[in-house]
């Protein structure tokens, strides 16, 4: 299914079909985290990942979101030449890595690229969470920066796909400070006039929701998605009292005014390209001084 | 520990009493026990660098905790002069967490800005030991809007075990305080001096810790995640902590290798609390040291050089068989 959507030229890193073949779980069928509907994977496949009898949100790997979301063959990867190191000697860490990228077929927990999204161009990441649950360490960091630095000289809007348990706690420090990296980034995005649109996805939290994801013009989510800056263990042991119900969802963080817009998945595509459309006219007059 | 002495430090705790007491009875008694007293002051000194000159970084965490390590407040009462506190972030209420306002440094006017943890249960308890909800982050940012509109450099004293993981400060958006936190400072137009005095605890230090300089004390730490929180990730074993600690390379020492930091205050003393005001005279000239070479810069190159300073950050090699990603951008048309 997602077969046609990605262009292969030589000099161009792009996506191979072969690496997106994965898209289908392991085995014939998949359990519903929500409702514990057993689903046959081809169907819920065929149903953007979403389950038919309660509308829960499935997760996405990165090549699959890029594939749902921009135009037939209109996406063209950056920077999968970046490989992680272990600055810090972690126990542990190179085969997590080595792990994460046999799930992914990705280089790091986001991918990034351009393409177009109902023909508007764009500058587009999607993190993936089979990837360390899309910890953001040096590689992810420098990603995203290099998107947004990217958008800047192209004068392109930005649609980040986020999900992250947060910071890449084997890279320390070096990690905690793509916080800052990936932040000033987009403050100098914002200088320079261009529309930035976030989306979070399930789950979308720590330092990646305390940076950059937060950071858009627009924030949207999946429905039902985990939002939230701490986990919920540690806010338990923290208070000493039971979180309230649906406490960390879209549908909370909503009501306490931290999104925009909870948006589902079949609609998605459409709300970016109107969203990207509405920017577009206001864009050409302030870029044309 | 009620006495303040850590494990570690016993042994010349008991020298240091026993000099004391030498003291006390040499001169009560009027016998002259000076070539004594030296000698064991010598050992004294001698123990004093073998254990604080060997620390681990756990032993450094200790001491970064201490109950009697001296707080923010302390700090601008002893490097300002007329310190006049504000309040609020004219939108919730005043977080007490945090603590904020105008005061002259050698007589030049600057913002301060710092987490305030209390020096007993009682304050600890007003002040949410140290740990602000995000209406603490916004009264920080208030105050550093109000530098840049008056010109004012801003310092920023960081000591937090890391921003208060509760109900209420998810449900007022702690995550998005901070991360507009670090955009605004990473753009603020006037220069930002950043002193971690003891724990820097992850995006709770960081909604106050961006900066053109980061200075850190020889015993704070600074990292991503606290050791015991990594140690129960890690090893399903919060008690680990030790390792967690030695895994996360948090000291001073670790972050100016990483080339994150700046510059790394000694503690008189081996350790801040020992001697307040010589550790307020450190930070001091550190501060007015750093200014001197930030104060001429225009904003501009003052907005560029903190860009560079955190861009730089990171560590990764480029697959040279896959190809320059440079050349990937130059290949690209619409
Ligand atoms: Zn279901």
Redesign the interface.
């Known amino acids: 299914m997602f077969k046609d959507l990605f262009r292969s030229k030589q000099?161009?890193?792009t996506v191979k079909p072969a690496s997106v073949r994965r898209e289908i779980p392991d085995g014939m069928w998949s359990k519903c985290t929500k409702c514990g509907q057993i689903i046959y994977n081809k169907e819920l496949a065929g149903n953007l990942k979403v389950c038919h009898k309660c509308g829960f949100h499935f997760k996405l790997s990165a090549l699959e979101r890029v594939a749902l979301t921009v135009d037939a063959d209109s996406f063209?990867e950056?920077?999968?030449?970046?490989?992680?190191?272990n600055?810090?000697g972690?126990?542990g860490y190179e085969e997590k890595v080595k792990s994460g990228k046999n799930t992914t077929k990705l280089?790091e927990a986001i991918l990034t690229g351009?393409a177009r999204i109902c023909g508007f161009?764009v500058v587009i990441g999607a993190m993936d969470f089979g990837f360390m649950g899309a910890s953001m360490g040096?590689?992810v960091?420098?990603k995203v920066?290099?998107a947004f630095e990217?958008a800047i000289k192209?004068k392109l809007p930005v649609v980040m796909f986020c999900t992250s348990g947060g910071?890449?706690?084997q890279?320390?420090?070096?990690?905690?400070?793509?916080?800052?990296?990936t932040?000033?980034?987009?403050?100098?995005f914002?200088?320079a006039g261009l529309l930035y649109i976030s989306v979070l996805t399930n789950p979308t939290?720590?330092?990646v929701?305390?940076?950059?994801?937060?950071?858009a013009d627009i924030v949207l989510a999946e429905p039902e998605a985990q939002i939230?800056?701490?986990?919920p263990r540690?806010?338990e042991e923290?208070?000493h009292?039971k979180?309230?119900p649906g406490?960390?969802t879209s549908e909370f963080?909503l009501a306490?005014?931290?999104i925009d817009k909870i948006v589902e998945r079949k609609n998605m595509r459409k709300t970016l390209g109107l969203l990207l459309s509405l920017h577009s006219k206001v864009s050409e007059v302030a870029l044309g001084e | 520990m009620s006495n303040g002495i850590l494990e570690f430090e016993k042994p010349l705790a008991e020298l240091e009493k026993r000099i004391e007491e030498l003291k006390v009875f040499s001169s009560d008694k009027g016998i002259d026990l000076s070539g004594e007293i030296a000698t064991l002051e010598r050992k004294a000194e001698d123990l004093r660098r073998e254990i604080y000159g060997n620390l681990t970084p756990w032993q450094r965490i200790m001491i970064a905790r201490h109950p009697h390590r001296p707080t923010t407040l302390d700090y601008i009462n002893l490097i300002f002069d007329d310190f006049i506190e504000l309040h609020g972030d004219r939108c919730f209420r005043d977080d007490a967490a945090i603590v904020g306002g105008i005061a002259s440094l050698e007589g030049r006017p600057v913002t301060v800005v710092g987490t305030q943890k209390g020096r007993d249960t009682k304050e600890n308890l007003a002040r949410n030991f140290g740990m602000p909800h995000p209406e603490g982050y916004r009264k920080a940012l208030r105050l550093m809007k109000q530098a840049e509109k008056f010109r004012r450099p801003v310092i920023c004293f960081v000591d937090v075990a890391g921003a208060y993981p509760g109900i209420e400060a998810e449900e007022r958006g702690q995550a998005v305080i901070i991360a507009n936190n670090i955009c605004e400072m990473a753009r603020l137009e006037v220069p930002v001096i950043v002193v971690i005095t003891g724990e820097g605890g992850s995006g709770g230090a960081l909604g106050i810790g961006v900066g053109d300089r980061i200075i850190m004390l020889e015993n704070a730490y600074f990292s991503v995640i606290s050791p015991e929180g990594c140690a129960a990730i890690l090893w399903k074993d919060a008690s680990k902590a030790r390792e967690a600690a030695e895994a996360l390379k948090l000291t001073a020492q670790d972050l100016m290798r990483f080339g994150i930091i700046d510059e790394i205050l000694a503690e008189p003393g081996g350790a801040a609390h020992k001697d307040r005001e010589a550790m307020a005279r450190v930070i001091k000239g550190a501060i007015l040291k750093h200014l001197d070479h930030l104060v001429g810069v225009s904003r501009k190159s003052l907005i560029e050089q903190r860009y560079r300073k955190f861009r730089k950050i990171g560590e990764f090699i480029v697959d040279q068989q896959a190809g320059t990603s440079e050349e990937i951008r130059d290949t690209i048309s619409l």
């Not at chain 1, 932040?183 to 100098?188: F, I, K, L």
């Not at chain 1, 929701?209 to 937060?214: E, G, P, R, T």
């Open positions: 000099k161009y890193v063209v950056f920077d999968s030449d970046l490989l992680t190191v600055p810090l972690f126990p280089n351009q161009p040096s590689v960091g420098e920066t290099r990217f192209r910071a890449r706690m890279e320390g420090i070096i990690s905690l400070m793509q916080m800052v990296k932040s000033a980034a987009v403050a100098r914002n200088e939290t720590g330092g929701l305390a940076s950059f994801a937060s950071l939230g800056f701490a986990g540690v806010i923290t208070v009292q979180l309230p406490f960390q963080v306490h005014g931290m």
